[in-house]
């Protein structure tokens, strides 16, 4: 909308003499009558003596009026002042028919094309100046109240953005500060036991090794021993026992090392952001997170298992907030397996489903650059513009809030200055991509 200068701001303040009228008129007489007593009062008069002329002039001046004939020759009043209300530049500009037309049709007529009064020729000047200096006040007026609304829309705009961006990052500090308590209080929990366990089972190992050596020892020393000693060695099947002894304790070894290392990602993703940025290593994130994902991946009663591809580049470690990037790969690879547990399709449930993660550093070595794919059914252009949403979701409710792209974004380009981008392919799969800057300014803090 194009903004005149707005001496008068309310109904009571005088028009200023500084005001642009346009005057339409073919007929000479009229016109300069029309153009006088206007400039006699001060107004800035522009004059046209033909409709198009007249609105080619009103487009470049862009008048704050216009007095406009009705009867003129080729294009009249009416359609005159159709063409200026279709144009934006001149669409609000009053329009103020003259005319000798008293039949009120005519009056009606110009209403309905767009006009905000008319005067009856042959024109009375005091009425004309009346009728112009009421419709120019208007139009400051409506212009300003215009202007107003644009503002406060505008600011209103900007107070909601900012309280969605706080209500974002209220829940996101809550989940995550829940999700990092439970799993803080699980890891605690289990983390001694699970100690003592393997600190015996190192014993029991060695222990269980003398006693074989010293049965062994017997046996050869004494290879013919009474008759309940050999039933009791034939109903405990003694030479398969000796064998598989030493096996069973290696295979319990290696199930309490699993589950230390679950324990230890537990502790690594419930461990809380600190203010600054820290050092961090992307790979132990990632593996962290899988190895807590790892449940989800295996194959259940709907469908297939999911490979996972990793393809880990030689990438430094980078400066930023873990828990946070941890809860972005989280929200990724949870995206995708969610696509795999949404396969209906009975002849798709068995397919080879995989999870790609691959990472790698930019040529310049200033980004890491972290893709994480699926080969799931892809996301259609439509959805595809609003993935990353706030609320966004196309999950039943319940399964999905909407909030994983959203928080993740924010993560990723508010908190370490990066990107997050989508690539998708209709029943081809769906790309990820997160770069992040490996030298990041320490000056971005955590907001708990
Ligand atoms: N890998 C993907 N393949 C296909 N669609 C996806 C994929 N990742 C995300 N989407 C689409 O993007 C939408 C938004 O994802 P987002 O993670 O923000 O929310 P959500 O998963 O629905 O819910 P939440 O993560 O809050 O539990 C999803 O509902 C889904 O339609
Ligand atoms: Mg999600």
């Given at each position: 909308?194009?903004?005149?200068?707005?001496?008068?701001?309310?109904?009571?303040?005088?028009?200023?003499?500084?005001?642009?009228?346009?005057?339409?008129?073919?007929?000479?007489?009229?016109?300069?009558?029309?153009?006088?007593?206007?400039?006699?009062?001060?107004?800035?008069?522009?004059?046209?003596?033909?409709?198009?002329?007249?609105?080619?002039?009103?487009?470049?001046?862009?008048?704050?009026?216009?007095?406009?004939?009705?009867?003129?020759?080729?294009?009249?009043?009416?359609?005159?002042?159709?063409?200026?209300?279709?144009?934006?530049?001149?669409k609000?500009?009053?329009?103020?028919?003259?005319?000798?037309?008293?039949?009120?049709?005519?009056k009606?007529?110009?209403?309905?094309?767009?006009?905000?009064?008319?005067?009856?020729?042959?024109?009375?000047?005091?009425?004309?100046?009346?009728?112009?200096?009421?419709?120019?006040?208007?139009?400051?007026?409506?212009?300003?109240?215009e202007?107003?609304?644009?503002?406060?829309?505008?600011?209103l705009n900007?107070?909601?953005?900012?309280?969605?961006?706080?209500?974002?990052?209220l829940?996101?500090?809550?989940?995550?500060?829940?999700?990092?308590?439970?799993?803080a209080?699980?890891?605690?929990?289990?983390?001694?036991?699970?100690?003592?366990?393997?600190?015996?089972?190192?014993?029991?190992?060695?222990?269980?090794?003398?006693?074989?050596?010293y049965?062994?020892?017997?046996?050869?020393?004494?290879?013919?021993?009474?008759?309940?000693?050999q039933?009791?060695?034939?109903?405990?099947?003694?030479?398969?026992?000796l064998?598989?002894?030493?096996?069973?304790l290696?295979?319990?070894k290696?199930?309490?090392?699993?589950?230390?290392?679950?324990?230890?990602?537990?502790?690594?993703?419930?461990?809380?952001?600190?203010?600054?940025k820290?050092?961090?290593?992307?790979?132990d994130?990632?593996?962290s997170?899988?190895?807590?994902?790892?449940?989800?991946?295996?194959a259940?009663?709907?469908?297939?298992?999911?490979?996972?591809?990793?393809?880990?580049?030689?990438?430094p470690?980078?400066?930023?907030?873990?828990?946070?990037?941890?809860?972005?790969?989280?929200?990724?690879?949870?995206?995708?397996?969610?696509?795999?547990?949404?396969?209906?399709?009975?002849?798709?449930?068995?397919?080879?489903?995989?999870?790609?993660?691959?990472?790698?550093?930019?040529?310049?070595?200033?980004?890491?650059?972290?893709?994480?794919?699926?080969?799931g059914?892809?996301?259609?252009?439509?959805?595809?513009?609003?993935?990353?949403?706030?609320?966004?979701?196309?999950?039943?409710?319940?399964?999905?809030?909407?909030?994983?792209?959203?928080?993740?974004?924010?993560?990723?380009?508010?908190?370490?200055?990066?990107?997050?981008?989508?690539?998708?392919?209709?029943?081809?799969?769906?790309?990820?991509?997160?770069?992040?800057?490996?030298?990041?300014?320490?000056?971005?803090?955590?907001?708990?």
């Amino acid at each position: 909308m194009v903004m005149k200068p707005t001496k008068n701001d309310s109904l009571n303040t005088n028009i200023s003499n500084k005001s642009t009228i346009l005057v339409i008129d073919d007929n000479p007489t009229n016109l300069s009558l029309a153009a006088n007593a206007l400039e006699d009062k001060g107004f800035n008069v522009l004059i046209a003596s033909d409709s198009l002329s007249g609105i080619k002039r009103a487009k470049f001046a862009c008048p704050d009026l216009i007095l406009l004939d009705i009867l003129m020759p080729e294009i009249d009043g009416f359609e005159t002042c159709r063409r200026l209300k279709t144009d934006e530049k001149t669409k609000n500009i009053p329009v103020i028919f003259m005319t000798a037309l008293s039949d009120s049709e005519y009056k009606v007529k110009g209403f309905e094309v767009g006009a905000v009064d008319y005067v009856t020729k042959p024109i009375q000047i005091s009425e004309l100046l009346a009728r112009v200096n009421l419709h120019i006040q208007l139009y400051f007026l409506s212009q300003k109240l215009e202007q107003q609304v644009e503002e406060r829309t505008k600011k209103l705009n900007r107070a909601l953005q900012e309280l969605q961006k706080s209500q974002l990052q209220l829940v996101q500090s809550e989940k995550m500060s829940s999700l990092g308590l439970l799993l803080a209080g699980i890891t605690h929990e289990i983390k001694n036991p699970l100690g003592f366990i393997a600190g015996n089972l190192e014993h029991t190992e060695v222990a269980v090794e003398g006693l074989i050596e010293y049965l062994k020892l017997y046996q050869e020393t004494f290879p013919v021993s009474g008759k309940i000693i050999q039933e009791k060695a034939e109903e405990i099947e003694l030479e398969y026992l000796l064998n598989d002894l030493p096996k069973m304790l290696s295979s319990m070894k290696q199930g309490i090392e699993k589950i230390q290392e679950i324990s230890r990602s537990m502790q690594r993703l419930s461990r809380r952001d600190k203010k600054k940025k820290v050092t961090f290593n992307l790979h132990d994130g990632i593996d962290s997170t899988l190895m807590i994902l790892k449940y989800r991946l295996r194959a259940n009663e709907y469908r297939s298992g999911i490979n996972v591809i990793k393809n880990y580049g030689n990438i430094p470690k980078i400066l930023g907030f873990p828990g946070q990037l941890n809860q972005v790969f989280m929200n990724l690879i949870a995206n995708a397996i969610d696509v795999f547990d949404e396969v209906t399709d009975e002849e798709k449930k068995s397919e080879n489903f995989t999870i790609k993660i691959s990472t790698e550093i930019s040529l310049d070595s200033q980004e890491v650059m972290i893709k994480i794919q699926d080969n799931g059914p892809g996301i259609s252009e439509e959805i595809k513009s609003q993935i990353f949403d706030n609320l966004f979701t196309t999950k039943e409710a319940g399964k999905g809030t909407g909030l994983g792209l959203s928080i993740s974004q924010q993560i990723v380009e508010e908190k370490h200055q990066g990107k997050i981008f989508c690539e998708s392919k209709l029943d081809q799969g769906t790309i990820f991509t997160i770069i992040l800057p490996i030298f990041q300014d320490n000056n971005s803090q955590l907001n708990d």
